[in-house]
Structures are given as structure tokens and as C-alpha cells.
């Protein structure tokens, strides 16, 4: 196919990248083509001697005692610590706890406590679907909230002086646009509300600034591009000058000043140990431990260098050499306003969706009709993506997708 790069250029370009040994920190089944790191991280090499140890010669052996001499109760913080580089944050910013819809729920709630003129929860429609339910359970939670959604376009014109809180997913899960940070943020500022900002199909792909963007709040995933395995801890952001201020609604003895003390009335601790709530769970901070160790050594910039040079590929690819199979680009073009996904509709994207991982090209489907397929620095080659489009183009020529075993629904997409 005149124009579409061939298998060569691909292992050229490869050979030239940066992070090429890095995909040795990984398992990967052989001869798969996994492309749906932005769902669930692949699993690190180092992650089942980092669990084992912690369940056999942590738990097993030194049992209680681990809490102090492994320092368990300190990996909240400390696995902060490791996340706030990646996404431009002091390191006693941020905290790992609970489940990004969790979080989200404390944060929500934070601000709408913290602004009690203001009533409203402003987001877009179409947010990632956690995001909406939590805020319109807090909106029946609090007397007088309500949630408003907006379209992305036209929110900071939305914002205005009853916004207690801009709620925003910064690279879209469905779509994989990516929305300017910097800019929304002084928006909701210079209408005094708070912004809060929701990191998951971010953190460990695309550069993220919050200091610089003088960012309130963040949340985000653990299980995503940090490859911290399924149902990974997740974390959350709180800029320094509004510690103290903020205050979580789940004041749980893990966020108190003093546990130990083991008093009857709640005092928040410092910093960010108010957004902790009950006890951390060890074995999944192992885990997310040894998914950060695939970062240690990483340039960020070489990070979202690869992230554009794949997209790139994959959508020059599936525009030239599958032209006429019925896909339309869904995200956006210019690689400054993209993720590390790209999506495509296709009115049959369930079915085409399963060819393909029955050809061992693992991408995801999003309802009702976009083929998401996620493009991870760290472990996609180049020559993944090539052969990933070439076999787009032969279940496409082929009409393999019209098998009726693909059109079963499974219950996870
Ligand atoms: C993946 C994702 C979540 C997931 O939340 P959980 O509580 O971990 O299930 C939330 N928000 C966004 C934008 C996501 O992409």
C-alpha cells in the first residue's frame, strides 16, 4: 500500500527509541500485541517477587511487627512520594489510598464544603461514567448541590460565581482528547471556584504539571499506565496552600493526627494524611510499589516523545492502510491535544474488537461504538503497532469480524 510505512521503517524507528529496553521490565505473553495498557497495566517482572515477599517473609513471618519494621504504615506516603514526579506535584502533595471513585468522592465533597455559597458541580456530559455518578450522589448527599455538564467547549465560559468545583477527566477515557490544563485551571480560578482534576488515563503517559498549573486537586488510577495491577490503590492531589482547608468527608482513623492515641474525637492529621481512611491494603501497595519501579530512570519527556511517534503510526496506519473499512478518528489529531489512546468508531467495533483479540491484538471496545486502542511507552514497540494495523486491515479485507462468535457480549469490555 503506497505511502503506509513498511515493517522496516517500523524496526527503524524502534531501534532509534529511547525506551526500547524498558519493555524488558515487563511480561508479556509471547506474540501478543497488547494494546490496552491504558485499561490494566501489564505485569512488571519484578511485581511477583515484590508481592511474594511481602506476603511470605512480611505477613508470614514477621507478621504485626511488619507495620513498623517494613514501614506498611508509611507506604501511603511514601508511594506519594514516587507518583508526584510524574505528575508535577510536591512530594507531600500527594497520598495513595482507597479507589479513584473514592477519592473522588472526598474531593467533591471537600470543595463543596469548603465554598458553601456556591452550589454547583460543573463537569462535562460524557465524563467517565464514576465521575458523574459520584458527583450526582454527593449532589443528593448535599442539600442545595447540584451537578451541571456543560460540553468540554464551552465550560470555562460556564464557569462563574456559583461553580464550587470544576470537575474534569484530563485525557478523556473514550475519545483521548487531551484537555489544556493550564488554561481551564486559571479559568476556574478567575471565577474564585476550585478545580479538580482526573488523572487516570494521564499519569504515566502524558506529561502532567499540576505545580506549574497551579492545579487545586487530582485524582487518579493506580491500575492504568502506573502497572500496578488490577484494582491497584489509587491516589489523590492536594496543592499545599489548601491543606488545612480542605477537609475529607471520611474521616477515617487512618486521616487522625494521632491513630494510636485511639481517642474519641476525630482531628485531621498534617498534610495530606486527612484523605486516608481505614487501613492501607499492603499487598496491593507491594504491587503498585514494584509498577512504579518501571519508571525509575524514565524521562518523562522521552515518555511523551514515544506516546506521539506511536499514536502517529497507528493513526497514519489506520488511515492509509485501512482506508474504506469504515473507521472514523475519533481522537484528536494534533498530537499536543491527544492521550496515549487512540480511538476509532466503526459501527461494528464490538465485533472487529474481538477479531482482533482473537488474533492476539488486545485493544478495548467503549459503548456504543468506538475500538480504543492504548499505546503504552514503556512496552509498545513500534513494530507492535505496525503489525497491530496490518492485522486491522486483514480482518477488515477479510470481513473475519462477521463471524457470529464475535458478537457475543462479554460482561467486561
Ligand atoms: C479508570 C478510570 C476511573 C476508575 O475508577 P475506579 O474507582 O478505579 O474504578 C475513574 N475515572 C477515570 C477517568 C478513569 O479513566
Redesign the pocket.
Known amino acids: 500500500m503506497s505511502g503506509w510505512t513498511t515493517l522496516a521503517e517500523a524496526q527503524t524507528m524502534d531501534a532509534a527509541d529511547p525506551l526500547r529496553a524498558y519493555r524488558d521490565r515487563f511480561t508479556l505473553p509471547e506474540g501478543l500485541i497488547y494494546l490496552d495498557g491504558n485499561s490494566l497495566g501489564a505485569l512488571p517482572r519484578a511485581t511477583p517477587a515484590r508481592v511474594a515477599a511481602a506476603v511470605e517473609a512480611q505477613w508470614g513471618h514477621d507478621l504485626i511487627a511488619s507495620w513498623n519494621k517494613h514501614g506498611w504504615i508509611e507506604a501511603p506516603v511514601r508511594l506519594g512520594a514516587r507518583i508526584a514526579p510524574l505528575i508535577g506535584a510536591g512530594a507531600d502533595e500527594v497520598i495513595v489510598a482507597d479507589?479513584?471513585?473514592a477519592n473522588l468522592f472526598k474531593l467533591i465533597v471537600a470543595a463543596c464544603q469548603a465554598q458553601p455559597d456556591r452550589t454547583t458541580i460543573l463537569t462535562e456530559p460524557g465524563n467517565?461514567p464514576?465521575?458523574l455518578y459520584i458527583a450526582q450522589g454527593i449532589a443528593d448527599l448535599l442539600p442545595g448541590r447540584q451537578v451541571r455538564t456543560v460540553p468540554v467547549g464551552e465550560i470555562a465560559a460556564a464557569i462563574d460565581g456559583d461553580t464550587a468545583v470544576v470537575m474534569l477527566?484530563h485525557v478523556h477515557?473514550k475519545t483521548g482528547a487531551m484537555l489544556d490544563m493550564a488554561s481551564l485551571t486559571m479559568a476556574a480560578h478567575a471565577k474564585g471556584a476550585l478545580i479538580l482534576w482526573?488523572l487516570?488515563?494521564s499519569v504515566g503517559a502524558v506529561p502532567v504539571d499540576l505545580v506549574g498549573c497551579d492545579a487545586d486537586m487530582a485524582v487518579g488510577?493506580g491500575y492504568?499506565y502506573l502497572n500496578g495491577g488490577p484494582g491497584a490503590p489509587?491516589f489523590l492531589y492536594v496543592a499545599g496552600r489548601l491543606h488545612g482547608r480542605l477537609r475529607s468527608p471520611m474521616t477515617g482513623w487512618m486521616g487522625h493526627r494521632a491513630p494510636f492515641d485511639f481517642g474519641d474525637d476525630y482531628a485531621p492529621g498534617e498534610g495530606m494524611a486527612p484523605f486516608l481512611c481505614g487501613t492501607p491494603p499492603i499487598l496491593g501497595m507491594a504491587a503498585l510499589d514494584a509498577g512504579l519501579d518501571t519508571f525509575d530512570g524514565v524521562s518523562m519527556a522521552e515518555v511523551t516523545a514515544k506516546s506521539r511517534s506511536l499514536s502517529a503510526l497507528l493513526i497514519a496506519g489506520i488511515e492509509q492502510r485501512c482506508a474504506g473499512a469504515g473507521f472514523t478518528l475519533v481522537t484528536p489529531r494534533d498530537p499536543a491535544t491527544r492521550g496515549s489512546h487512540v480511538s476509532v468508531a466503526h459501527p461494528h467495533a464490538w465485533e472487529v474488537c474481538q477479531a482482533l483479540i482473537a488474533r492476539g491484538v488486545v485493544g478495548d471496545f467503549r459503548a456504543p461504538e468506538v475500538l480504543r486502542l492504548g499505546l503504552t511507552p514503556l512496552y509498545t514497540s513500534h513494530e507492535d503497532v505496525w503489525r497491530a494495523v496490518e492485522m486491522i486491515a486483514e480482518v477488515m479485507e477479510t470481513e473475519a469480524w462477521r463471524d457470529p462468535a464475535y458478537a457475543e457480549r462479554a460482561a467486561v469490555t
Open positions: 479507589s479513584t471513585s467517565f464514576t465521575d477527566t477515557y482526573d487516570s488515563h488510577c492504568k489509587a
